[in-house]
């Protein structure tokens, strides 16, 4: 019998501008992320991902190609909220540009703040893996497979 396990497919954008890459800090577990977040129920994963970086950093984007999908199973014990059960999470990530808007922070979701940040500042322990397996992706040249891109399983 296979035990129960959550189910949570987000978006996610990769957004660079003069060596820097705009994030999002993820207020629960107090770390760095790209933005965006859970796809709503019928929702696109392209229109989640403009959604989402607009809730998050003010900014209205641009959606381009798919960078990669990424498929990471976390055990119960390591999630941060209060389930029993191990959380799939199927992470969706596009690569997509600024079109209007101005930086602001969220209020009331589940990020508090979004900056942009030095690309050779991304290693650092409070940035979480997705960013680096989506900059490598996003760095890559397109004979490399995209958009058909599978990322290796990761726990962060």
């Known amino acids: 019998m296979t035990p129960p396990i959550d189910l949570r497919v987000a978006a996610y954008a990769v957004i660079e501008a003069d060596g820097q890459v705009l994030l999002s800090h993820w ?3 107090n770390l760095w ?3 965006g977040g ?3 129920p019928g929702e696109h994963p392209v ?3 403009v959604r989402e970086v607009r809730e998050e950093t003010g900014y209205i984007c641009e959606v381009h190609d798919l960078l990669l999908v990424d498929s990471v199973v ?3 014990i390591d999630r941060l909220s209060s389930s029993k059960n191990a959380l799939h999470s199927l992470r969706i990530v596009y690569r997509a540009t600024i079109v209007s808007g101005e930086l602001t922070h969220e209020i009331s979701g589940s990020s508090d703040e979004a900056r942009w940040v030095a690309t050779a500042d991304i290693a650092k322990p409070d940035h979480v893996a997705l960013i680096a397996h989506a900059l490598h992706a996003a760095h890559e040249p397109e004979s490399a497979g995209r958009p058909n891109r599978l990322a290796s399983p990761s726990f962060d």
Request: negative net charge; hydrophobic residues 45%.
């Open 27 to 29: 207020a629960q577990g």
């Open 74 to 76: 976390i055990p119960a």
């Open 33 to 35: 992320t790209l933005p």
């Open 47 to 49: 229109d989640a991902v």
């Open 38 to 40: 859970g796809i709503d």
